[in-house]
């Protein structure tokens, strides 16, 4: 069983939790880069998309447990292929079957959140 509750509490947990049968994943936070954006950091700036270690992941198993360093977030990444793919006719980094998939998910977990059960998404 999972819950979650609470828009007001002292503490948050993890936003990320994927469990295995023999390994577990849990990450607190966000991706800081928006709000690093919203203060008028620029994406250029050296470690931009740098996580602060309180908010690395840790992957565990029965008898241990280590840190994970996240992978610098990288917006600006996205935007360099894209423009490359415009002006050169290349790959472009999302395909539109891909956004569309992303689409399908989104709009599945919404319905599983708003009729309470399992909503299975076809391909």
């Given amino acids: 069983m999972i819950l979650h509750s609470g828009s007001i509490v002292p503490y948050s947990g993890p936003r990320y939790q994927v469990h295995g049968s023999k390994k577990s994943f ?9 709000n690093k954006l919203r203060a008028g950091i620029s994406p250029l700036k050296r470690g931009f ?4 270690p309180h908010q690395y992941g840790k992957l565990s198993t029965e008898t241990s447990s280590e840190e994970v360093v996240t992978d610098h977030g990288a917006y600006m990444n996205y935007y360099y292929q894209l423009r490359e793919a415009i002006f ?4 472009v980094p999302v395909s539109a079957y891909e956004g569309v998939s992303v689409i399908q998910i989104i709009e599945a977990a919404l319905m599983s959140a708003r009729e309470k059960k399992v909503v299975e998404i076809k391909e």
């Fill in 88 to 91: 050169t006719g290349g790959k």
């Fill in 26 to 34: 849990i990450k607190y936070g966000l991706d800081g880069q928006e």
């Fill in 49 to 52: 998309g740098a996580d602060e």
